[in-house]
């Protein structure tokens, strides 16, 4: 049985609400999945980030980014799919046109983005 939890989180603090301090458990990169779409009015990427928590493998977090802006995923090396950990700051009061968040591992530079919308899910089978 999987139970989802489903929340739009408005920072780093709030996503610690909801996963407590094991943040930095969900340390290995499941996947990274982009798409594009479009309307008349506009073009939107988006991305879908899994982590999987590595002392737990049947927890894992998603972190969906929508309308990105800014786009940078740098793996190389055996372990490259490995992470310190996620940060998401509230990015909103530079004034960056649809950019209200950045998404960043914030050790090793291995992802970064900027975008206007974030969603987390929690999966645990």
């Given at each position: 049985m999987t139970t989802m939890i489903e929340r739009t989180v408005p920072g780093f603090e709030e996503l610690n609400k909801i996963i407590g301090d094991r943040i930095v458990q969900f340390n290995t990169v499941k996947s990274i999945l982009t798409s594009r779409s479009e309307s008349p009015e506009e073009i939107v990427y988006c991305c879908r980030i899994a982590l999987r928590n590595e002392g737990s493998p049947l927890e894992e977090i998603e972190i969906e980014c929508?309308?990105?802006?800014?786009?940078?995923?740098?793996?190389?090396?055996?372990?490259?799919?490995?992470?310190?950990?996620?940060?998401?700051?509230?990015?909103?009061?530079?004034?960056?046109?649809?950019?209200n968040w950045e998404v960043s591992d914030y050790e090793d530079g291995k992802i970064l983005l900027a975008c206007r919308d974030v969603l987390i899910r929690l999966k645990i089978d």
């Open positions: 929508g309308n990105i802006k800014r786009f940078r995923v740098e793996f190389t090396g055996v372990d490259s799919l490995r992470i310190s950990g996620l940060q998401i700051l509230n990015i909103k009061s530079r004034g960056w046109e649809h950019q």
